[in-house]
């Protein structure tokens, strides 16, 4: 009787620990599931126990404790599956994606999109958590120099919409396509990625993670190194460090400057009054936050280019400031420079911005942003062949680019000699742009250049629709070109197309 009572303690105490040990991989549903097997277990070993003596023999006492023995084991391996496969996400059947319907050739090193995360928590709020996983990712992938990476801007338009990899694959060129989602039960998450060969149509792996939210940054820099060990991608010596770096460790500063970076990139003064707000928030909570001290900086920029600051030299003094201090925190961040370098042109320090931009692009030789930044760069000290190669690199990386990338490029075009491919580029703006502002003004100065006077007067109409207080030789004090005869080219295709 003792044995088998000793036995039953020890089974019950085996269960018990294990619990212990996997509670924090397991969820509200699991972890009561496990609990109540660990509690009817023993009682099904008493059982075993009352049996009395007399009625059991030498054998069946022996054979009982091998019973016994095998029941904890299979208990702790059952445990055990069940543990390990909640966390493998349900993997279903892939469509293949053609490498002939792709919209772009496959770039000839490993290529991957990144899409947003799905939130499926129920709180819209959470979106800035789920949006900023997949941004981390993107951002830290795209500092490898043997991987090609797809840009934030054209992954995101698939946000909330019910998309096959096979025609994400197909749609941008690439070959790997990384998709997860995010869930909430009390205070713990569920994070969930896995990484897909649209080509082959398998997974390469999956994985799920039931953290605290505090280990965000930890979950965030474990499936970035699972995608590039399944990838086979070598890293150099800085771009490991790089590619872990998380540039805070205050959750809420993080979050705070997911939100101002929302509301910067729209562009226009309520929004960025907004995202300067925010971004100081998150500069308060962490100081040697690198990007909320650039974010901050751009803030400055664009109150002089919005025609909000009441001393755009002082805006401007602070904007450099901001993101030089961005760059003393980190200064291997490729965006820091570039946004330097565009901020050095508008203040004529040309040498410099060039060297700055440029430097952007080495350090950071996937992010098609920093391409971006690069091509205003050149544009503006007229090294207009250069922004074509921009430019292009800069689309290629986001093939569904925000508008400043289609007028950077339509504008350099023309101002080589290539009307026929700036007017295309034009059309298309106009087409998926129709009531920005710039898109306009440039088409009119294209259009104008080329000798296509009646849709550069047309194009001209739209930019006083859009701006009725525009004046031409107010805006000429804007423009900030090195070689004075591009501005006077620019001034007098805008006045033959017949804005004053």
């Known amino acids: 009787m003792k044995l088998k009572a000793g036995i039953t303690v020890v089974i019950f105490v085996l269960i018990s620990l294990t619990l212990i040990i996997f509670r924090k991989h397991l969820d509200e549903n699991l972890f009561q599931l496990f609990s109540l097997i660990g509690s009817l277990a023993p009682l099904f070993g008493l059982l075993f126990v009352w049996i009395k003596p007399s009625d059991v023999t030498q054998g069946d006492r022996t054979s009982g404790i091998h019973l016994y023995a095998l029941l904890a084991m299979l208990i702790l391996v059952g445990l055990f599956l069940f543990w390990s496969s909640s966390n493998k996400p349900v993997q279903q059947t892939i469509e293949t994606a053609s490498i002939e319907k792709m919209n772009y050739p496959l770039p000839d090193k490993p290529s991957i999109a990144v899409l947003p995360f799905d939130n499926m ?23 490898i120099s043997n991987m090609f990476v797809i840009a934030r801007n054209s992954t995101f338009t698939y946000k909330d919409k019910p998309v096959k990899v096979q025609q994400v694959s197909e749609d941008l060129g690439v070959r790997y396509v990384l998709e997860g989602s995010i869930q909430k039960s009390g205070s713990r998450y569920r ?32 499936i970035t190194k699972k995608i590039i060990t399944a990838l086979n991608v070598e890293l150099t010596q800085g771009e490991q460090a790089r590619t872990l770096s998380k540039g805070t460790d205050n959750l809420e500063a993080y979050l705070k400057l997911m939100q101002a970076r929302e509301q910067v990139t729209k562009h226009n003064v309520e929004s960025n009054a907004l995202g300067q707000q925010l971004a100081q928030e998150a500069l308060t909570l962490d100081p040697n936050y690198a990007a909320a001290n650039r974010i901050l900086g751009v803030t400055h920029m664009h109150d ?40 050095l042109v508008l203040t004529r320090q040309y040498d410099k911005a060039v060297a700055e931009a440029e430097r952007g692009v080495t350090l950071d030789p996937n992010v098609a942003d920093i391409y971006g930044w690069l091509g205003m760069v050149y544009r503006y000290v007229g090294r207009w062949e250069d922004a074509v190669v921009a430019y292009e690199k800069a689309i290629r990386l986001n093939p569904i680019p925000p508008n400043f990338y289609l007028y950077g490029l339509g ?13 295309k580029v034009f059309d298309k703006a106009v087409r998926e742009h129709p009531n920005t502002f710039y898109v306009r003004l440039f088409a009119a100065a294209v259009y104008s250049l080329a000798g296509r006077d009646e849709e550069a007067r047309a194009e001209a109409a739209e930019v006083i629709k859009l701006n009725h207080e525009f004046s031409l030789k107010k ?26």
């Open 191 to 222: 994070f969930t990625a896995q990484l897909i060969d649209a080509i082959k149509g398998n997974h390469l792996w999956s994985e799920k993670y039931d953290r605290e939210l505090n280990d965000l940054f930890i979950v965030q820099d474990e």
């Open 121 to 143: 928590t129920g709180d819209t709020l959470q979106d800035y958590l789920a949006d900023g996983i997949s941004e981390n990712i993107i951002s830290a992938l795209s500092g």
């Open 304 to 343: 002089v280019l919005l025609g909000r600051s009441k001393s755009p030299k002082q805006s401007f003094g602070e904007a450099i400031k901001l993101v030089q201090r961005a760059i003393e925190l980190d200064d291997l961040n490729g965006y820091n420079h570039a946004v330097l370098g565009f901020m």
């Open 411 to 423: 504008l350099s075009y023309a101002w080589t000699d290539r009307y026929e491919e700036a007017i």
């Open 475 to 500: 805006w000429e004090k804007s423009l900030k070109y090195k070689d004075q005869k591009d501005q006077e080219q620019f001034i007098s295709a805008l006045s033959k197309a017949g804005l004053k």
